[in-house]
């Protein structure tokens, strides 16, 4: 095979895997209860497939190709265990597959009973948002480590052991059992599409891919859960923000704020289906943090149709996200929106009480006060703040655009 060859089967494998991870291990998981024994399947696939593949050629179903070659080691690896008599079910879960389902394109997807396995309250609730985007969505380490600052392998394996060794079962819990674990569940789905948010720099396809997931795992669990107001509120959130997609950069990929957006360019059916949801979460009467951010992005899909931000009521919004949800974010959040509707002086005071140590890494904070200082002409402190911003600001786009800010 010449180098091109080879480089585009390598490539192909990537994406593969990049695509197929979480629901292969998902799907596999579903047989074996054991969550570790299955990414290990998976790795040796994906080290059998760099093998092969540039060898023999790509395979009609490189998806498909993977599971079978899983399952066959998860195979090997029931026969090698002690508890013989106890993996005989196991081993004919995985010798019985019916053979459409390996040939078929689309596999059963379990990665949202996957969701709620690894929210098992058995697991350390810390571990649960980064084990579920590790397992159930694929992540590396890399990514997960940066939006959480855990060491995901020791966080990962440690989680799965807890699964395996503690006997908790691959299933779906009651009904009585799902309200326990939704939070960490959406946490979960909201992070990922967070995650993918960020990468979506205009000509990142896993961005874009990770957001769209997220949405899609979420009206899933629409269908699982259709009482509960917060699952609506999560998707009318996303969707919210997914109808400014386009918005975001402009053709030169320059970095567009929300507050500079051509509104015209906002996706109207997605601005629909959001109010939609929301509507129906809000006549529930059970107001929660998903809905309140939901609202917020309503109140700035407004100008699409006013030509203008109500800020007041984005600022009332905000007070009643903060009795419910402190963080860091959503404090920030409210400073920029008081400024707005009271003044760049009442926002800085609400800047003021947050605490610094804090705030040290948070860019966003950083960029709010930068901009505010700015508003009142003290260009010194906005020149340092901008500089904090700069310094934390990950996308090219946006350091060049406070880069110009600054000037």
């Not at 494998?13 to 292969?24: F, H, T």
């Not at 800047?351 to 508003?375: C, F, K, N």
């Amino acid at each position: 095979m010449s180098g091109s060859a080879q480089e585009s089967t390598h490539r192909t494998i990537e994406r593969v895997a990049r695509e197929s991870y979480g629901r292969l291990v998902a799907y596999l998981s579903s047989h074996t209860r054991d969550v570790a024994s299955a990414e290990d399947a998976l790795s040796d696939a994906l080290v059998k497939a760099l093998t092969t593949w540039p060898r023999d050629g790509l395979p009609q179903n490189p998806e498909a190709w993977l599971l079978t070659t899983a399952r066959h080691s998860l195979i090997d690896l029931v026969r090698h265990q002690q508890a013989a008599v106890a993996s005989e079910p196991t081993l004919l879960l995985l010798r019985e597959e019916p053979r459409e389902a390996i040939l078929s394109p689309e596999f059963p997807d379990e990665r949202l009973k996957l969701l709620f396995v690894c929210a098992h309250p058995a697991i350390d609730p810390a571990m649960h948002t980064p084990l579920m985007l590790q397992t159930v969505l694929g992540l590396d380490a890399a990514r997960i480590a940066h939006a959480f600052l855990v060491s995901p392998t020791t966080m990962g394996q440690r989680a799965k052991t807890k699964i395996r060794d503690g006997g908790i079962q691959f299933e779906v819990p009651q009904q009585r059992e799902l309200p326990q674990r939704l939070d960490a569940v959406l946490e979960a789905i909201y992070a990922a599409f967070g995650i993918g948010w960020d990468d979506m720099a205009g000509v990142d396809q896993r961005g874009r891919d990770l957001a769209e997931e997220a949405i899609w795992l979420a009206q899933v669990l629409l269908q699982l859960m259709p009482w509960e107001a917060e699952v609506r509120g999560l998707l009318a959130l996303m969707l919210h923000c997914e109808a400014r997609r386009a918005a975001r950069r402009g053709p030169d990929g320059r970095f567009v704020p929300l507050s500079e957006q051509d509104s015209q360019q906002w996706s109207l059916p997605l601005i629909e289906e959001a109010e939609r949801h929301l509507a129906e979460a809000s006549s529930r009467g059970r107001t929660g943090r998903f809905q309140l951010e939901a609202a917020i992005q309503s109140v700035h899909a407004e100008r699409a149709r006013s030509g203008r931000t109500e800020w007041v009521a984005i600022m009332l919004f905000y007070e009643h996200l903060i009795r419910i949800s402190p963080t860091l974010g959503t404090r920030t959040g409210y400073a920029a929106a008081v400024a707005e509707a009271k003044g760049p002086e009442a926002g800085l005071a609400v800047l003021g009480t947050i605490d610094l140590g804090s705030v040290s890494g948070y860019q966003p904070y950083w960029a709010v006060r930068a901009h505010l200082l700015e508003r009142l002409g003290k260009t010194s402190e906005a020149a340092d703040a901008f500089d904090r911003a700069i310094g934390l600001a990950e996308d090219p786009a946006v350091r060049q655009f406070l880069l110009q800010r600054r000037g």
